[in-house]
């Protein structure tokens, strides 16, 4: 597997067709390709892990180091790795049964060349990177919720699958990961890996 998106991100990288043109446009490129692979289940309010990609504000929020789309390093964004592991793999995406067609080799090239090329979304920039919560586990964090806005925290650990936190006023509370959003559970998981 790692043999096969490593192949196909060199090739991304390397097709003269790229190369020799502008960079590739969002909306002309390659929302079409996620609309007719991604947008039947991640779309509208009840999108698959909170992965809203129908509307560009959302995938926005989904841009950058600790995102599913990391800007300029499509080998370490989680879209390219799912979108290119084999057809059997049940961590493919889309899934075989969800009645849509999985990308071609020749459209996640294209993905991973927009990601290369810093994944802008229709001329809207993704949050810089200083907005993104810092892996530091001693540093205040801004804890997504999944029901909406941050709040700030620290993280203190993981309890069994709760996420433990301490406010600034020193109070620890233990959470649910189904109040966060995906993208905060997964970095409550860095930050318990880390010595």
Known sequence: MRQTLAALLTAAVSLPAFQARAA???EKDVRPLLAGS?????????????FQMDK????IKKIGPDGYIVPGKPA???VIHRISLPLDDPDRM???NRGVKALS???VKVVAQWILEGASVGGAAPAPATATPAADP???QQWQRASGG???AYFVKLEGANIVLRSESGQERSFPPEFFAPEAVELAKRLAAQP
């Open 24 to 26: 590739l446009d969002f």
């Open 38 to 50: 991604c947008f039947k289940c991640h779309s509208g309010s009840n999108a698959k892990k909170g």
């Open 56 to 59: 560009p504000d959302e995938i």
């Open 76 to 78: 370490q964004s989680e």
């Open 94 to 96: 889309p899934p075989p």
């Open 105 to 107: 080799e020749d459209q």
């Open 138 to 140: 001693k540093a205040l």
């Open 150 to 152: 941050p709040f700030p």
